[in-house]
DNA sequence: CGTAATTTGTACGTATGTATG
DNA sequence: TCATACATACGTACAAATTAC
């Protein structure tokens, strides 16, 4: 049903022409994906839709339903119907869900800004963001501790074509919301989609310090991917979590 | 939208009445988890079912489409609607997805039996399984591999009162498909979610030996549950993956 | 191979209920 | 109180896919 599944509709279109609601639900889907309509954003009555496309309200409902199931759009009734932000809420952020057992509780994460520089394009960041290796990246270097314990060394790599001035925020900005957040609201990117390589490493150097743990310690190593609309990838991040009492958790 | 999920309809239920479609769609739900209808199984059509409850084609529609949502059912059109199965495709298989970089692809596995017997209940695994610790608890290990190399070892831990007859099958039963499968074909139970949890641990004695390789290197520690119908869990299992060249794949 | 019957998919319409401001 | 917007429920007609004849 997203953009990266299925493309069965446009197979149809070589024999029919599209379904009128689908035609609909990728015109309003665009408005998103382009900005003109912007998360939080109150979108036009189900009837104005109906009237300016010259297509019945259920077809409408249709199509608006579909972006609703789809992550896009949420509706409340008797205000309207609004551009959602990012997908990911706290519950599905796999990163800052840290669990003593399977059956246990989450634990509370305090985010440590520990720097932030600009850094000439590398491999393998700049080959998964889609970027050739002479473009500026962004590298972002946090901690995550639970009861003043580090739990979590990241390093995020971010295009500087795409966050421009990123390092103009006083460094308080990456700790009292998550990136995704922070992302979202201050260059309206929302993340729609994350993908996530999970191995294990035996501590070493810098990170070993950072996490306060014996080189050789085995550490939980998170490569990640994140997208937003049109499956455009605008973060790579590598995370060390020690998971000796707590573990991260996910939900299938 | 699951039943894991919001209870919002049932707030309304002190004021209102709970809508047509609702109530169709809960009862629709209750044959597919009571057992009445079961996984493949090819249901009425819209207008019959629109006739047995006296409500319009419409009404059955939304009921219908919203168990399609929510992965229990799923239409062809031409043909019918069906009941569906385990919701997790190849695709959402964590466990059987290990890939050699976030853009490189998918390593095809080898499953191969290496022990199944019947052990007393001990926690976690019972406590998660939701059963008293003196119930029997069928003991299955297995190994994975890739180009003949060992991958992934896991213990599943399943309960014997669900399971009756687990140990009657031949061994090569647990090679060709993975346990998911082999389940919902034998005992109709379609896996709907599951929990995990992440870590990281030195590898030691029978595991190492196992994977072949050295004690203390570093392993993926994986502790799953698998839930059914109505969140029953009925598998617990504890996966050890080396991750030297391959890593686990996880999309959200 | 075509035809008919069945089933889901699309598209339209109307009326009424419920929530918001 | 009232207008607005979404939610529910009913209905009809035709298109498209499948299957059996």
Same mark, same amino acid.
Request: glycine letters at 8%; proline letters at 5%.
């Given at each position: 049903m997203?953009?990266r599944?299925g493309?069965?509709?446009l ?5 029919t %022409?599209?379904?009128?609601y689908y035609r609909?639900?990728e015109?309003l889907?665009?408005k998103?994906?382009d900005?003109?309509?912007k998360?939080? &954003?109150?979108i %036009?009555?189900e009837?104005?839709? +109906?009237?300016?496309? &010259? ?7 249709k199509?608006?339903l579909n972006?609703?199931y789809?992550?896009?759009? $949420?509706?409340? &009734? ?7 932000? #990012? ?9 800052y ?18 720097g932030l520089?600009?850094i000439?394009?590398?491999? *393998?960041?700049s !080959? @998964?963001?889609?970027?050739?290796r =002479?473009?500026?990246?962004?590298e ?8 003043? +314990? %580090?739990?979590?060394?990241c ?6 074509g795409?966050?421009?001035?990123? =390092?103009?925020f %006083?460094p ?5 919301? #998550?990136?995704y957040?922070?992302?979202? &609201?201050?260059?309206?990117?929302? /993340?729609?989609?994350n993908?996530? @390589?999970?191995?294990?490493v035996?501590?070493?150097? +810098?990170? !070993? ?5 014996? !080189?050789?310690? *085995? ?9 937003? $609309?049109? =499956?455009?990838?605008y973060?790579?991040?590598?995370? $060390? /979590?020690?998971?000796g009492?707590?573990?991260v958790?996910?939900?299938i």
């Amino acid at each position: 049903m997203t953009a990266r599944s299925g493309n069965l509709k446009l197979i149809r279109a070589i024999e029919t %022409p599209l379904p009128v609601y689908y035609r609909l639900q990728e015109a309003l889907k665009k408005k998103i994906e382009d900005g003109n309509w912007k998360p939080g &954003q109150l979108i %036009p009555s189900e009837r104005l839709i +109906a009237g300016e496309h &010259q297509v019945s309200v259920g077809t409408v409902r249709k199509a608006v339903l579909n972006l609703v199931y789809e992550g896009y759009l $949420y509706r409340i &009734q008797g205000k309207g119907t609004y551009v959602a932000g #990012t997908k990911l809420r706290k519950d599905s952020l796999r990163y800052y869900r840290m669990m003593e057992a399977l059956d246990g509780g989450e634990a509370e994460l305090e985010i440590r800004f520990i720097g932030l520089k600009e850094i000439q394009g590398f491999d *393998p960041a700049s !080959a @998964l963001l889609g970027h050739p290796r =002479d473009r500026t990246l962004y590298e972002l270097r946090r901690l995550f501790l639970h009861d003043g +314990a %580090p739990l979590v060394y990241c390093e995020s790599y971010l295009p500087k074509g795409i966050f421009r001035d990123f =390092d103009s925020f %006083p460094p308080a900005r990456f700790e009292k919301s #998550t990136l995704y957040e922070m992302i979202e &609201q201050t260059y309206g990117l929302p /993340c729609i989609y994350n993908h996530e @390589l999970f191995g294990a490493v035996a501590a070493h150097g +810098a990170v !070993a310090k950072q996490l306060g743990v014996n !080189a050789g310690s *085995p550490l939980l190593f998170i490569e990640m991917r994140s997208f937003t $609309y049109k =499956d455009r990838p605008y973060e790579f991040r590598r995370s $060390y /979590c020690v998971t000796g009492t707590r573990r991260v958790f996910a939900e299938i």
